[in-house]
Structures are given as structure tokens and as C-alpha cells.
């Protein structure tokens, strides 16, 4: 068991020292480590059993700091900083050299975002080397939204998590980033596209659902639960399958099954994305034999549902 609490004191001599804490976002919860320090930056992917050309997340709290780990900032960029920070938004930007290339996986663009969420805010302010943090899951498995999901799977691994509740958003950042000028979306997440595209203009997709390392963290196998998930027509999938044991996750509707996740009778994307992850790990480790899952509205945060539930699915 790793220790937990909101001690930020402790949570900074932690990672002065090259340690490992887990840290609450507004997205999800993450494996914090300093971005400089090679050796703790080597730690992550060893905890998280992550092979490494898959890069690493930087975080920090200022855009002033982010400046002196990149090497230029796009006029655009700078825009949806301004309109996004702190919040749900990762830029991918060419690298300044003191970033190690192990946070890239070799790449000359380095993720940085500022996450918003008070205690990390001020654990960040504390110290003055950004944090590489990746989802504080292990590789494949769903990212998590409590302290307690970090717990569950890491916590024999960490000396503390620091337990700022549950995520906000509950879903993980968007990262965007520039190519010839334009802007480009590599993951859907907490920010809606529709939100960027009105400061930044239209966007392109480079979503990438195979297992290229070349596009890494789209891995299809991402946040895959252990039970068989299927994402359609729920009332069909119920009657084609013959299984017992059945449990949904379904947006406003009700079902009857063995366990039902509706996520938000309201209708309401953000309290459904911020339901998603509990929803399929609650299943996961429910009496069912099958998950199924209603495919989203494919607008605002729906997109970003129906991207993980779909790389969630077998
Ligand atoms: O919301 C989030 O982004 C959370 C919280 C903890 O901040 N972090 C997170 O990290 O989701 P992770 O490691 O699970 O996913 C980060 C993904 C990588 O898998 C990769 O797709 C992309 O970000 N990425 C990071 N650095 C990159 C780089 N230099 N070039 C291309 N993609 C990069
Ligand atoms: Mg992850």
C-alpha cells in the first residue's frame, strides 16, 4: 500500500529526491516524476511496465516556465494556451535540448500542458523542474480517476499519492499540435474540438488507431478492460448474445441487465465523461461475463467517450 493524503510538502521531497507520486489532475490521475532527472524519468516507465516509444507528458504551472522547455511556440499555439491553461489541453512543440529524449521516446516535439487542478497547481509552483507524467495505470490498462484506482493497481509500487479527489473532467487531455501551419488533433480528450476550432479555426485529425510507434499512446489496446467490450446498438447486442451475466454502460438510458452504468440521465457529456473510467472499471470487476456499451453522440465530449470505449472494445 503507498501512502496518501494532500501533503504537498511531501510530495515535493519525493520528487526533489528522484522519487515517484501520484498526482491528481482535473483528467485523470498521474505518475509523477521530474522531467529532467533521467533515472526517475526511467522509473515511470518501469512502474508502469510502458515500453518506451511510447513519450511522456510534461507539466508544469506557468506558460512562462513552459517556454524554457520548448523551442518555439506558434503563434497558435500560444492563442489556445492562453484560452485553455490551466485545463484539458497538451500542445505538442519542438523540444528545447533540456529535455531528456527519453520523456520524447526520441522525438523532436515534447508534450507540455498545464493541468488544473489546485494541488498540483501548487505542487508546481513548489519546484522548478517540470513533472513527466503519464496515466498512473499500468500500460494498457484504463487510466485512473481516483486515488483509490491508483491504489488498486499501483499502489505496492508508489511511496505516496497524492489525493486530490475525483478527477473533474475524468476523461484525458486533448493533445493538438502544428504541421505546416495547421492545426492537427493526435487525441481526442476533455476539451472538445469544437472549443478549439473556435480560437484556432479548423482543425485536421491524425487519430491513429493501430499499434504504429510512430503514433504512440493511440495504441489500440489502450484502456482495454480484461472482459470482452462491445460498443453498438445495445438492445441488439443484448439480444444476440446469450450470455447471463450482462453489464451496460448506456448514456441516459436504462436496461435490464445485470448491471447497468447509465451515465447521465440529465444528458449531459461532461458528467458522462466523467463517469467513463469508474463506469468500466466498476464493470470490470462486477459479476458479468460481457460489457457492452451504447455508441455516444459524436459531438463535443461524446467524441472523445466513443474514441475510448472504442479502444477499449475487442
Ligand atoms: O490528461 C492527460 O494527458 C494525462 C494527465 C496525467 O496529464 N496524461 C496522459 O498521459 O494521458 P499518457 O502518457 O497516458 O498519454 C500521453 C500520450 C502518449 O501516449 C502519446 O500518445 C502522447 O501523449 N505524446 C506524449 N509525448 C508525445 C510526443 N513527444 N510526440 C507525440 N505524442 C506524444
Ligand atoms: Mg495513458
Known sequence: MALSGNDINKAKDLLVNGGLVAIPTETVYGLAANALDKKA???IFETKNRPFFDPLIIHTNSIEKVKLF????????MLLAQSFWPGPL???LPKSAIIPDLVTSGLDRVAVRIPDHLLTLQLLESIDFPLAAPSANPFGYVSPTTAKHVQAQLGDKLPY?????DCAVGIESTIVGFENGETVVYRLGGLAVEEIE??????????NHSSDPKAPGQLKSHYAPRKPLIVGDVEKL???????????I????A??????KILSPGGSLEEAAHGLFSAIRELDEADVELILAEKFPETFLGRAINDRLQRASV
Open 250 to 253: 448506456s448514456f441516459r438510458k
Open 198 to 207: 473556435r480560437i484556432a479555426g479548423q482543425v485536421k485529425f491524425q487519430v
Open 161 to 165: 499519492i497524492l489525493d486530490g479527489g
Open 70 to 77: 520548448i523551442a518555439e511556440m506558434p503563434e497558435k499555439a
Open 238 to 248: 443484448i439480444a444476440e448474445n446469450s450470455v447471463k451475466h450482462i453489464g451496460v
Open 255 to 260: 436496461y435490464p441487465v445485470a448491471v447497468n
Open 41 to 43: 524519468v526511467l522509473r
Open 90 to 92: 497538451t500542445l505538442l
